[in-house]
């Protein structure tokens, strides 16, 4: 059993991070439809929107569950170059961790760098207010997890999932 950067075990999973070392330049090509970014201290709250996602048949990338053993680094990209969306849970201790900082402004980086990407990064409020936000994300809309239409708004952020895509590309790998 590993652990991961903020000392919570994680189990072997079978993603792919070791396959695709590529930034896939089109956004339909992303294994995942999100990754999720989020405080040790959090895990109950990002378990219920990820569990809630993936019960809509959302793929996500979860770091306790996804990260594979070996380079933090690593597989903070991997996370957010094969996700098409990133979804980073603000809460009062995620605001004071550095290593919940450095995933979050990779994310930011990434998003940059692509332009078919701008919109990628979708930071969720949990308790924290307005003046508490990070400058470096001030300039994104946001979903707060609070408010009633919370869910609504983050599947219309999302988008579909891409399961239907996903599906077809194996089967007909398959099939070949």
């Known amino acids: 059993m ?3 950067m903020e000392g919570t075990s994680s189990q072997p999973h079978k993603s792919a991070l070791n396959q695709c070392r590529s930034v896939p330049t089109d956004m339909s090509e992303c ?3 999100f ?3 989020y405080h040790k201290d959090d895990q109950q709250t990002a378990q219920t929107i990820y569990r809630k996602l993936e019960e809509e048949n959302y793929v996500g990338f979860i770091e306790h569950r996804d990260f594979q053993v070996g380079d933090v680094f690593e597989n903070i990209e ?5 996700s098409s969306k990133i979804l980073v849970l603000l809460t009062q201790s995620s605001l004071h961790c550095l290593w919940f900082e450095k995933k979050m402004h990779t994310s930011l980086t990434k998003s940059l760098d692509n332009a078919q990407r701008r919109d990628c990064v979708i930071p969720i409020f949990d308790g924290i207010g307005k003046n ?3 400058t470096s994300i001030k300039t994104l809309t946001g979903v ?6 919370f869910w609504s708004r983050l599947k219309q952020s999302l988008g579909s999932p ?3 895509t996903r599906t077809l590309s194996r089967s007909v790998s398959s099939n070949t």
């Open 162 to 164: 891409m399961e239907d």
């Open 31 to 33: 294994r995942y439809d």
């Open 35 to 37: 990754c999720m970014w």
């Open 78 to 82: 991997h996370g957010v170059d094969n």
């Open 132 to 134: 508490e936000v990070p």
């Open 144 to 149: 707060d997890f609070r408010n009633r239409h």
């Open 2 to 4: 590993a652990t991961n």
